[in-house]
């Protein structure tokens, strides 16, 4: 993957500090010069001591990327929402791993992700999970399909720029059709995986709307303003209406149902090489559309 840019500053500028300013890490700029990238102003080589004048262009060839040793190419077939050069957005299944682990070692979304980019061809093959979903949770993941692109939506992430929306079917009746839960969270004692609500804890914001409300469960629309592992599934519990499915929370058992009911509904970037906000949706899969068909035959009395 190869990027160019034009200086266009009045006065000599490191090409550091212009890449910088490009957002192109420390980090990417070592991998740059020692894996195979390079930096060059009309076909010549330069480093990034070297002053730029105004009207130069840089061109930045990003090192190649090939297929993680770690992962295992899986033949299963993706639900591809979108994609481009760049980026690519697909629909994850309940019950799948983002990421191999002892427990989920293969047929993870990495995986499946580095089979199709090698049943498609792609000379770059390195795997970067920009936001990645708990193995019960269905919906939207963002993959980028280079470093650069990486780090620009990471810093996005980090910024509160991406935003992702859930859609949730939790416990009980709701006392606010709106409300922001703001307890902050930490590993719960004793546990790798569990995780609690508990002074001490990182700060986590959890803001939801009510969608619909059953005789016995509620459907809400979530945004996350932190990012903290089981987050959702943490602030429900706490405020006493954890989410259908959820076991290890003390969510209540539903026939049928085999994991939390939580779906990544809508994913919203801006995409900084197209310059222009991406916007996309997925529906919520059977399991869940069944559960709120079942639902609304008990309404609200």
């Known amino acids: 993957m190869k990027f160019t840019w034009q200086y266009q500053g009045s006065e000599?500028?490191?090409?550091?500090?212009?890449?910088?300013?490009?957002?192109?890490?420390?980090?990417?700029?070592?991998?740059?010069?020692?894996?195979?990238g390079g930096l060059t102003v009309a076909d010549q080589a330069v480093t990034v001591r070297t002053l730029l004048v105004p009207g130069q262009i840089l061109a930045v060839q990003l090192p190649p990327e090939?297929?993680?040793?770690?992962?295992t190419p899986s033949k299963q077939p993706l639900t591809i929402v979108w994609e481009d050069a760049h980026f690519l957005v697909v629909a994850k299944p309940a019950q799948v791993a983002s990421l191999p682990s002892h427990v989920y070692p293969r047929d993870t979304m990495a995986d499946r992700v580095l089979g199709y980019y090698q049943r498609q061809g792609y000379a770059?093959?390195?795997?970067?999970?920009?936001?990645?979903?708990?193995?019960?949770?269905?919906?939207?993941?963002?993959?980028?399909?280079?470093?650069?692109?990486?780090?620009?939506?990471?810093?996005?992430?980090?910024?509160?720029?991406?935003?992702?929306?859930?859609?949730?079917?939790?416990?009980?009746?709701?006392?606010?059709?709106?409300?922001?839960?703001?307890?902050?969270?930490?590993?719960?004692?004793?546990?790798?995986?569990?995780?609690?609500?508990?002074?001490?804890?990182?700060?986590?914001?959890?803001?939801?709307?009510?969608?619909?409300?059953?005789?016995?469960?509620?459907?809400?629309?979530?945004?996350?303003?932190?990012?903290?592992?089981?987050?959702?599934?943490?602030?429900?519990?706490?405020?006493?209406?954890?989410?259908?499915?959820?076991?290890?929370?003390?969510?209540?058992?539903?026939v049928n149902l085999m994991r939390p009911a939580l779906h990544c509904v809508q994913l919203r970037f801006f995409h900084p090489f197209l310059a222009r906000v991406i916007s996309l949706t997925a529906p919520l899969p059977p399991d869940l559309q069944r559960l709120i068909a079942q639902e609304n035959n008990y309404p609200v009395k």
Not at 66 to 71: D, S
Request: with cysteine.
């Open 124 to 254: 770059d093959q390195g795997i970067h999970i920009v936001m990645r979903l708990d193995r019960g949770t269905s919906g939207l993941m963002l993959f980028a399909k280079h470093a650069f692109g990486h780090t620009l939506l990471s810093q996005q992430l980090n910024d509160h720029q991406l935003q992702k929306t859930y859609l949730a079917l939790v416990q009980g009746r709701l006392a606010y059709s709106h409300n922001r839960i703001t307890f902050p969270i930490k590993r719960a004692p004793g546990s790798f995986i569990e995780r609690t609500t508990a002074v001490g804890g990182r700060a986590a914001l959890t803001e939801y709307w009510c969608q619909q409300q059953f005789k016995t469960a509620a459907l809400v629309k979530i945004k996350l303003h932190t990012g903290r592992t089981h987050q959702i599934r943490v602030h429900f519990a706490a405020i006493g209406h954890p989410l259908l499915g959820d076991e290890l929370y003390a969510g209540p058992t539903v």
């Open 66 to 71: 090939p297929a993680p040793i770690t992962l």
């Open 12 to 36: 000599p500028q490191s090409v550091r500090t212009f890449l910088k300013g490009h957002g192109i890490s420390r980090t990417l700029l070592k991998k740059i010069k020692f894996h195979g």
